[in-house]
């Protein structure tokens, strides 16, 4: 059954090939100074700056520059971009770039009005704003945080070796997004397979919790298995647009509160995962896949059923002749070849952790318990041992 | 490929056994006067009207009674609905019923603050709203239609025979609706296997419409899976929160814009359905049921693959040794078999109809040509005679 919830997604989604022209009808809408978030440079590279900043010209806007977002956001960074927004007075924070660039808007977005330091307000003391929320819009160069229509925010502090993941309710969602899979052709292909993994996960998350029969289960199963078909063409080709509209539609709807709705959830592999990057840095996507295996190995055992409807539903296990137990394994071998396929079956070791950083990991870990096995401190010790 | 589109849905749902105190949340946000829609009176019986009513007051609304909504809504009662939102200066529309409630109220909506007739311009024209549109709240008490969370209509003219919906952009939407599935426990089985197949319907109407692989129709599946999953309980079991649960969920979904994403869609069911419904007032849904096999069988050959993936995924017909046209001839052998154990195998003539009005509905009937094959007006009259 389903059970107690509310929904409500505010934000507007431009997708296709044209998408871009959805910013022409969404910038009249606010006032005149955008702050312009984006990362490393690569937009600057591949024409989607540029195509960006002709909009907002021909629209009349003073652009506030705000780029060299990094990959894992922090909370140095963060502190510089609501003084940026306090000293321009902007009107619109307006992300391009992928899921870091746009998490960042929205830790901005509700930190310009707000007396408090952000860090300690949002992200350690876990509260929400109460102050005006600058809007936010986003120009997605990347799919896979699903940051595009939820109103969630990773921010890590460096000196506290901490990343933590603030949710966020609907008002600090995007107001509107552009998502143009074509955007996504020139991300290199270990980002992208990052970003299939970063989905797939997401969807995990959310799937491997309960034991009822609900739609909420059945739409993740969709989701997973045109995750993982259409993840097998982009690694051949990068230029599939069938293939990339896929992957960026599903990311979307991978964390957007639809696929959790009425349902207890899991997360504890990003919990591991998250606690993997404050000390390394690596990229997202790839601290899940480095925990994910010896996570729901581990905790299979309290969730067979569930770990057998998996196998069957998403990797078309023939169950015949076979136990649960089999049938379970199987599932979980045919996710690993595909990790390997793709490749992104990655160690802790190739992400850059070293064995004297387990228990500091662990120790930064955030122990969940809405999955099918709350996790003692040996047994994270344990998966991140098995993860090197 | 998913083609180019927008996606936006501003409805806020409640959902669960606790729903409706959901109403003390959005009440507030409105202005003093509610224009209180309801159908026949079956509210009255089940104590829902009372519950709402008792909000309502506490909430300090003056309350302005529109009982009496049929079940196909027509344009008189429509405009009798637009006199008393305008002698009374209504704030919100409140429907407190199933679709029909719901998409009266929206055609309201539209209506209050427009000079010339709701009818000829929505309906007949097809034009869409310039004017102020009065908000619109749902307390849904059937699962079909999915008017909560889309912004349809449709509206029946007694006099020219004609039922049309007209689709409505999101600022039509109710703001808000709250959907406990306890309040559909009661409702006639007839009725509730009627909603049962319109949702299926509306799943129909865009999965069978497109030859490449999208995430779209992944979702599709997955909602027509849990329908019929749910549905085989629900007949058993009236009141089998798990199985309503997913019934009401999976309706909303069914017809929110969602799975009709980046996709062409077909709809020649419905028109087929709504042109019987202007010549007999059947029920929406028994009215679909009874073109849809033959419908179907005529336009299997022109969109095999599709339907040889609608036997495998959703009817899990074991395709061994079987061509294509065996495959998609035993899914629809199976989608008919669930039809008559529901109780949804209707003929045109259990409805009301009789062979002198084939003529007549055939001229009321819509043709569309989006689907795998457009019918001619003979094809539509071979149908109509197969569904009789």
Chains 1, 2 share one sequence.
């Not at 709705?261 to 601290?287: F, N, P, R, S």
């Not at 002749?321 to 490749?343: R, Y």
């Not at 950083?357 to 994270?380: F, K, P, Q, S």
């Amino acid at each position: 059954m389903l059970g107690t919830f509310t929904f409500s997604n505010p934000t507007k989604l431009y997708f296709g090939e044209e998408a871009l022209e959805g910013l022409k009808t969404e910038l009249p809408k606010y006032g005149r100074t955008v702050q312009l978030i984006y990362g490393g440079g690569s937009v600057k590279k591949n024409g989607i700056y540029d195509a960006v900043v002709s909009i907002l010209r021909a629209c009349g806007k003073t652009i506030v520059e705000d780029g060299g977002v990094m990959p894992n956001p922090t909370a140095e960074k963060l502190r510089d971009g609501v003084r940026i927004a306090r000293e321009n007075n902007v009107d619109l924070l307006l992300a391009v770039g992928g899921g870091s660039c746009c998490d960042y808007a929205k830790a901005v977005s509700v930190s310009v009005h707000e007396p408090e330091d952000p860090w300690i307000k949002y992200f350690a003391r876990y509260e929400d704003p109460t102050c005006e929320i600058v809007p936010v819009g986003c120009v997605l160069t990347m799919a896979g945080t699903g940051s595009e229509m939820n109103g969630g925010s990773v921010i890590t502090n460096t000196a506290e070796k901490m990343k933590i993941g603030k949710v966020f309710d609907e008002r600090v969602n995007p107001r509107f997004s552009i998502l143009n899979p074509k955007f996504t052709y020139s991300l290199p292909m270990r980002q992208t397979v990052a970003g299939v993994y970063d989905i797939f996960s997401h969807i995990c998350e959310q799937y491997f919790s309960g034991t009822d029969e609900n739609v909420s289960d059945a739409l993740s199963e969709a989701l997973m298995r045109t995750v993982v078909s259409a993840s097998r063409i982009v690694i051949r080709e990068p230029e599939n647009y069938e293939a990339r509209s896929n992957i960026m539609w599903a990311a979307t709807w991978a964390l957007n509160n639809l696929i959790g709705c009425g349902k207890t959830e899991d997360w504890m592999v990003h919990m591991l995962g998250q606690a993997i990057g404050a000390y390394t840095d690596a990229t997202h996507g790839l601290t899940l896949a480095a925990v994910s295996l010896p996570y729901y190995r581990l905790v299979m055992p309290y969730g067979l059923p569930k770990f057998v409807r998996f196998a069957k539903e998403v990797w078309r296990v023939d169950p015949a002749g076979k136990t649960d137990e089999q049938i379970a394994e199987e599932g979980l071998c045919a996710m690993h070849a595909w990790m390997k396929e793709i490749g992104v079956a990655v160690s802790m070791r190739d992400l850059g952790a070293t064995a004297d950083m387990i228990e500091g990991i662990a120790d930064a870990t955030i122990l969940m318990d809405a999955g099918y096995h709350a996790l003692t401190r040996d047994e994270v010790v344990k998966i991140l041992n098995e993860s090197l």
